[in-house]
């Protein structure tokens, strides 16, 4: 199975079966969720953690349920399916997702399974439910919504001939809107210098930094978008961060290296945020 569109396969295609969906070539396999490469996913109610929010969509790993009430009764670990779509939200590939009529979802299809089009995975991380307990990874997908490339911006005027070289598409993704004013105020606090490294990058007009949320914004985190939730990394820390291979403790280290966080004096971390980040990337482990 590859990553992207099926040629042939419209949005909203609907399969009588899974053994019609795996045909088509939409989603490998007929019973599993998640695609043998992690090109695809199927939601069909199977985890009772997953939400479907329609153009975003938070879906639960593979495992640990009992064969027959299909209740979490063991950890998920992270291997198999899992580590497919980490692999996936690495790299940056779309995801196709399908809905089954099975899904307790007002986005579900009457009957079968419809093909709803490419999804982006934004985010990982394990939690406990308050519901069961054990430990789970889940992912949050946003949808990936393709045009035909129509516009003179595009394909450079009405009646050119087509372009050397790839086709062109306009992409639009669904995406929390971050307050811009509380990015230029952090990096504005430390002169765009990295909270975690120390780097200062020079670009043409001048310096670059990024602002990072400690808790993430948009569900189901629903971090605060505030001074006290924001740090002022550089693209690489930022990066690192996002995905779990540097911390921030209580104490304000940064982990694996032990480093002290340069913080200002008029710079207040939300420790509830801390705390929760670090919950997050514990279970990560």
């Not at 007929?30 to 479907?52: A, F, K, P, Q």
């Not at 939690?127 to 990936?144: D, N, Q, Y």
Request: glycine share 12%.
């Amino acid at each position: 199975m590859s990553f992207g569109e099926v040629p042939g396969v419209n949005v909203g295609t609907i399969f009588p079966s899974r053994r019609a969906l795996h045909d088509a070539g939409v989603h490998g396999g007929l019973i599993t969720g998640i695609g043998r490469d992690g090109e695809s996913i199927v939601l069909s109610g199977g985890y009772e953690d997953d939400e479907d929010l329609g153009d975003v969509v938070i879906y639960t790993g593979q495992g640990g349920r009992h064969a027959s009430s299909g209740r979490q009764i063991a950890d998920q670990v992270q291997e198999g399916g899992i580590e497919k779509l980490m692999e996936a939200m690495t790299r940056g590939e779309p995801i196709r997702v399908t809905r089954g009529s099975r899904l307790d979802s007002p986005f579900a299809p009457s009957s079968g399974y419809r093909y709803d089009g490419l999804f982006r995975i934004e985010d990982a991380w394990a939690e406990r439910p308050a519901s069961h307990g054990f430990k789970v990874f889940r992912f949050r997908l946003v949808r990936i919504t393709t045009e035909g490339a129509e516009s003179a911006d595009v394909l450079g005027g009405a009646g050119a001939p087509p372009a050397a070289g790839p086709n062109r598409v306009r992409v639009i993704v669904s995406r929390v809107i971050r307050d811009t004013a509380i990015g230029k105020r952090v990096k504005k606090l430390y002169n765009y210098e990295c909270q975690f490294c120390g780097t200062v990058l020079h670009v043409p007009g001048g310096r670059y930094a990024e602002c990072c949320h400690i808790r993430p914004l948009g569900r189901p985190h629903n971090g605060p978008d505030e001074l006290s939730n924001v740090l002022c990394l550089c693209p690489n820390c930022h990066l690192r961060f996002d995905y779990y291979a540097l911390r921030l403790s209580e104490e304000l280290l940064i982990l694996p290296e032990g480093r002290r966080l340069n913080l200002v004096p008029s710079h207040s971390l939300s420790m509830e945020c801390v705390r929760f980040r670090e919950l997050i990337a514990t279970l990560e482990e």
